[in-house]
């Protein structure tokens, strides 16, 4: 089983930043794709951003390209997702979620087995 823990959510002002972490059990970090979601009240959850951590390619949504960087750090386990210049739509649950079998995308959240409990980020004006 893989396991996955969010840190680093919070609140921000509109334009603010902030780094999200998701911590991946040892023996599920290499060769998986690790994907960040997000879910903001009475929408349904989309795909964010992703890294496949064999070769750290990376995959964004246009909501979030320019703005959102995701990264991996192979000596923590950790897939980072640094937030810049952050919007109020930005505000949601993010959830990073592991892909074990299938081709590695941001978009395809039914090939995500395995999800984290969630951080909250809430950005004001």
């Known amino acids: 089983e893989v396991l996955l823990v969010e840190s680093g959510g919070g609140s921000v002002q509109a334009g603010g930043s902030l780094r999200l972490s998701c911590t991946i059990s040892?023996?599920?970090?290499?060769?998986?794709?690790i994907g960040w979601f997000r879910q903001a009240p009475g929408k349904e959850r989309e795909g964010v951003a992703a890294?496949?951590?064999?070769?750290?390619?990376?995959y964004y949504d246009d909501s979030v390209m320019g703005r959102f960087t995701i990264s991996q750090d192979n000596a923590k386990n950790t897939v980072t997702l640094q937030m810049d210049n952050l919007k109020l739509e930005d505000t949601a649950m993010y959830y990073c979620?592991?892909?074990?079998?299938?081709?590695?995308?941001?978009?395809?959240?039914?090939?995500?087995?395995?999800w984290g409990r969630g951080t909250q980020v809430t950005v004001s004006s």
């Open positions: 979620a592991a892909n074990t079998h299938y081709v590695c995308t941001y978009y395809r959240e039914v090939d995500f087995e395995y």
């Open positions: 040892e023996d599920s970090y290499s060769n998986n794709c």
């Open positions: 890294i496949y951590t064999l070769d750290a390619t990376t």
